[in-house]
């Protein structure tokens, strides 16, 4: 069975399609388009569609093609899931990070507890426990909003390049003791996160996701799986739940 998956985030727009568990194609966009989901549908003979929305609902109506709008489901707290819930305000929980939650739990071998983080546009930090119950977690500045936000809120900082990285915690110019001051700092958070969770949950394992994952798995001092799908992966499961 081959599902299309669809992300809209704060940034972009992602396509994915998910074959029998295999994500077997991405692609990421500004803006979805009609014609990109037709080709996608058929090239991999799509069934069904989910869409987790976090920027601004798209019109679905236009943009799903005809022959799958019976089988597409977006994604809310309403949702069949293979998780619990446990949150205050259920309706005002990005679903990403419950559907990223998911994915991971796909992929742990175990039932221990998973710290889920997804670090895109902002860095979400999230706790699923041993018993398939989402806690909720933290939500913090992504890479790029740190650097935009120094750039914006002070008068002589340089907007700095976030695709370089630092080389000394010790900046030598102004440039690097951003890099340093921005980069390093969410990697401490990351870790610290982990390890007062650790604390109180010895088995935690932490699953990275997002487009700065891999920046951070080579930084991380603590054991991590980095996979850039779990979101996808864990949308195709919630969907085969909710057709």
Same mark, same amino acid.
Do not use: E, H
């Given at each position: 069975m081959n599902n299309l998956i669809l992300d809209i985030g704060n940034t972009r =727009?992602?396509?994915a399609v998910v074959s029998d568990g295999e994500v077997v194609y991405t692609q990421?966009?500004?803006? @979805?388009?009609p014609d990109e989901l037709i080709s996608a549908c058929g090239r991999f003979s799509v069934s069904a569609a989910i869409a987790s929305v976090v920027g601004s609902m798209p019109? +679905?109506?236009k943009l799903i093609p005809s022959e799958i709008k019976n089988n597409f489901h977006l994604l809310s707290y309403r949702s069949r899931l293979p998780i619990t819930i446990d949150y205050d305000t259920p309706e005002t929980l990005g679903m990403d990070r419950v559907a990223a939650a998911v994915g991971a739990r796909v992929l742990s071998s175990s039932k221990d507890p998973l710290l889920v983080v997804d670090a895109g546009s902002c860095i979400t930090i999230d706790l699923l426990d041993q018993n398939d119950v989402y806690r909720g977690g933290a939500i913090a500045p992504g890479l790029r909003m740190r650097f935009r936000a120094l750039h914006e809120f002070?008068?002589? @900082?340089? @907007?700095?390049? =976030?695709?370089e990285q630092y080389t000394s915690l010790a900046g030598r110019n102004t440039n690097d003791s951003i890099l340093s001051g921005v980069q390093e700092a969410a990697v401490l958070e990351i870790q610290g996160f982990a390890e007062r969770y650790r604390a109180a949950m010895p088995a935690l394992k932490l699953f990275l996701t %997002? %487009?700065?994952?891999? +920046?951070f798995a080579k930084r991380l001092f603590f054991p991590k799986f980095a996979n850039s799908n779990l979101l996808y992966i864990g949308l195709d499961k919630i969907l085969r739940m909710n057709i």
């Open positions: =727009s992602k396509i990421a966009c500004q803006r @979805l388009k019109d +679905f109506d002070t008068a002589a @900082l340089p @907007l700095v390049d =976030s695709d %997002g %487009g700065d994952a891999d +920046f």
